[in-house]
Nanobody, 120 residues
Framework: QVQVVESGGGLVQPGGSLRLSCAASGSIFSIYVMGWYRQAPGKQRELVAAIMRGSSTNYSDSVKGRFTISRDTAKNTVYLQMNSLKPEDTAVYYC??????????????WGQGTQVTVSS
């Protein structure tokens, strides 16, 4: 069984920074993608950033230049450094690991979410 646990959310003033962490534990064959998503009240969950097995990254336009995704492969951990935070970044942030199984079957594992609130 794979468990995914996020940490690092909280309350921050506009212009401030936060660093989110997400670790996967359990029996993982091979991680294909690590990603961060967020969901604001009344809105659909959206992709914030993702990092592929080959280290290529992808960011939503709304966070480019402000957020940085990174990983520690040995620890099955992914990070999201968030700088220059804006009130519109307020949301529950979710981590997702995509496992590539031995038969190339992809399986998603989600964390429980961590609240990020940007407010003065």
């Amino acid at each position: 069984q794979v468990q995914v646990v996020e940490s690092g959310g909280g309350l921050v003033q506009p212009g401030g920074s936060l660093r989110l962490s997400c670790a996967a534990s359990g029996s993982i064959f091979s991680i294909y993608v690590m990603g961060w998503y967020r969901q604001a009240p009344g809105k659909q969950r959206e992709l914030v950033a993702a990092i592929m097995r080959g280290s290529s990254t992808n960011y939503s336009d709304s966070v480019k230049g402000r957020f940085t995704i990174s990983r520690d492969t040995a620890k099955n951990t992914v990070y999201l450094q968030m700088n220059s935070l804006k009130p519109e970044d307020t949301a529950v942030y979710y981590c997702k690991f995509v496992e590539a199984g031995p038969n190339a079957v992809l399986t998603d594992y989600w964390g429980q979410g961590t609240q990020v609130t940007v407010s003065s």
